[in-house]
């Protein structure tokens, strides 16, 4: 697609492929879950967005910001536990950077930037922590820094989600600070953390939907 406007169906279509990937992965992410938390992250990323979907698809926001309100409202009411409110937060604060007169790729960097502080702000997380923070830090600098130097936005989200994958890869050997991974102290080290994990995925997941 072009460096244009970004349009609201294709901000719709990579919540729908997010949404076909959180399905897809639910036992691998809540596998992960398992290991270090409660087993139950995959159970909740699934359910969530079928309920970000479910209220999409019956009535289409005009705009950016109200699209990202639905899908983070819907988030927080229907996903108990950390991760709901934390995506909530991602999206609310997406959207409410985004504006209403459409998207630039400039733009689109910027509220997910402005995402990622919501979620750090929301969870007191700081990187290295091993939470979602450590995927999705490094997805938004990329993806600013990549635009900045000119790249098109396909090939800055492409570089955005091989620095999520590679942040979350980079919490394996992490002891966890936030969350109920915390609770396992140093047994939380050798483990990629499912938040990282499903951060990662959103954001290769803007990468196919806006690929060249
Ligand atoms: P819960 O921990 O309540 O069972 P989930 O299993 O759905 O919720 O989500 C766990 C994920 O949430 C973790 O892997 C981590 O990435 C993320 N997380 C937990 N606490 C925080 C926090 N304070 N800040 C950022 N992310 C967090
Ligand atoms: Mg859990």
Known sequence: ???????????????????????QEKDALTALD??????????NMDRGMRAVM?????????????????????????????????????????????????????GWAACLAAGVAGVRARGKAELEDKTMVDALQPAADAVGAALGEGASFADALARGADAAEEGARATIPLVARKGRASYLGERSAGHQDPGATSSAHLVRCAARTWAA
């Open 1 to 23: 697609m072009s460096d244009g406007a970004i349009t609201v169906e294709e901000v719709v279509a990579w919540l729908r492929d997010f949404a076909a990937v959180m399905a």
């Open 34 to 43: 398992a290991a270090i938390g409660d087993g139950d992250h995959g159970i």
């Open 54 to 106: 479910e209220r999409v698809d019956a009535a289409t926001p005009a705009d950016v910001p109200a699209l990202m309100k639905t899908v983070g409202m819907a988030l927080i009411s229907k996903v108990g536990g950390a991760a709901g409110p934390l995506y909530g937060t991602l999206f609310l604060q997406f959207g409410s950077a985004a504006g209403p007169d459409g998207l630039t790729p400039d």
